[in-house]
């Protein structure tokens, strides 16, 4: 969840680039996984089921998308891109064991096209 400002750039009547930037929190969840290590005779030497506890973490947003209008205030197509990242705190263990301390950095890269459908007024 990311708060911040957007700007608009319009060239001519139907092309729109909007820049946009932001920064707030993050929230993830991460699920336990098993760890498996096998020998060369593939006899299990290690089995340890590996249990995450995240926190919130701060988290900022760059991104652009132009859009180009097909239809005059109906109908618009977007090419988008955006980037979020953070830095998330992390304790974790294995099988129950003793909790270590460490921290894994998220980077987040989202792009692609929508179709937008304005409702006139």
């Given at each position: 969840?990311?708060?911040?400002?957007?700007?608009?750039?319009?060239?001519?009547?139907?092309?729109?680039?909007?820049?946009?930037?932001?920064?707030?929190?993050?929230?993830?969840?991460?699920?336990?996984?098993?760890?498996?290590?096998?020998?060369?005779?593939?006899?299990?030497?290690?089995?340890?089921?590996?249990?995450?506890?995240?926190?919130?973490?701060?988290?900022?947003?760059?991104?652009?998308?132009?859009?180009?209008?097909?239809?005059?205030?109906?109908?618009?197509?977007?090419?988008?891109?955006?980037?979020?990242?953070?830095?998330?705190?992390?304790?974790?263990?294995?099988?129950?064991?003793?909790?270590?301390?460490?921290?894994?950095?998220?980077?987040?890269?989202?792009?692609?096209f929508k179709l937008s459908i304005m409702k006139p007024e």
């Amino acid at each position: 969840m990311t708060l911040g400002p957007s700007y608009d750039f319009h060239f001519g009547e139907t092309i729109t680039l909007s820049i946009n930037t932001g920064a707030g929190v993050m929230f993830t969840n991460g699920k336990a996984f098993t760890i498996e290590v096998y020998n060369n005779s593939n006899n299990l030497i290690f089995d340890g089921l590996v249990n995450f506890d995240n926190s919130t973490s701060f988290a900022y947003m760059f991104g652009s998308e132009i859009s180009f209008e097909i239809l005059p205030e109906t109908i618009r197509f977007n090419i988008f891109s955006e980037y979020v990242g953070s830095k998330q705190k992390v304790d974790w263990a294995f099988d129950g064991g003793e909790r270590t301390g460490s921290f894994q950095k998220l980077q987040y890269w989202n792009s692609g096209f929508k179709l937008s459908i304005m409702k006139p007024e």
